[in-house]
């Protein structure tokens, strides 16, 4: 069955340190995965998906097939990056676009 | 600005008395879905219609219900909702125009008393 596991419920650091969100996925096919954040009081919104290979905000991420990871990277975090992370995985790839999210990663950027 | 819209924001609801949840858009977007997120859990999704063809997921229990009249509206009917339906319900619009990108609005908090 398809999954998405986001290991860390909370991740917590410093202002100008790494940041790395955890996902990992369960698909036996090609999967398309995203990352999407939630800021307070706002809605859930695309970060980035895999298959465009961008840097949205300072944020990367790269596709691991051999892992089947899909970790989201920022090299010097800002308070500003404190919010909801989802990780979802898109199994009809290039159809209709049905996510099945990761329990969601809280990232805490203390100042 | 084109959004999605959804309304009420906050709906409290008695036990196994019908509730009506709506959401509305102006992306003119062909795929509209409707997710349930419960408190600390991932959304999931429930069911969505491409165009005007509905798509249930398996394990949708019957007791959710969708109806789409047109391409700017889709409601979620809960016909007989028990104290496990409380929850963040979200709907997501999408289209092939834009790579199938999930636009989702605000969310309604279903509390059931």
């Known amino acids: 069955a398809q999954r998405v596991t986001q290991p860390e419920k909370l991740l917590s650091v410093f202002k100008g340190a790494p940041v790395e969100l955890k996902c990992n996925y369960s698909?036996?096919?090609?999967?398309?995965l995203f990352w999407y954040v939630q800021y307070s009081r706002q809605r859930l919104q695309l970060l980035l998906r895999?298959?465009s290979r961008e840097s949205i905000k300072g944020f990367t991420a790269d596709l691991n097939k051999g892992e089947t990871s899909f970790h989201l990277k920022k090299p010097f975090a800002q308070e500003e990056d404190s919010a909801m992370y989802y990780c979802a995985l898109s199994f009809t790839y290039g159809s209709q676009g049905n996510l099945i999210f990761g329990k969601g990663t809280k990232l805490s950027v203390k100042p | 600005d084109a959004m999605v819209i959804q309304n009420p924001r906050y709906q409290v609801t008695q036990f196994g008395k019908p509730v009506t949840l709506s959401c509305s858009q102006t992306l003119n977007h062909n795929v509209m879905y409707w997710y349930q997120q419960k408190s600390s859990q991932a959304p999931k999704l429930l069911f969505h219609?491409?165009?005007?063809?509905?798509?249930n997921e398996a394990d949708t229990p019957d007791n959710f219900q969708s109806r789409r009249p047109n391409t700017s509206f889709c409601f979620l009917d809960i016909r007989s909702p028990g104290l496990g339906d409380a929850a963040m319900y979200l709907c997501a619009t999408s289209s092939h125009r834009e790579s199938y990108e999930q636009y989702f609005g605000p969310g309604t908090r279903l509390t059931v008393t």
């Open positions: 895999h298959i």
């Open positions: 698909y036996s096919g090609s999967p398309e």
């Open positions: 219609y491409y165009d005007k063809d509905f798509n």
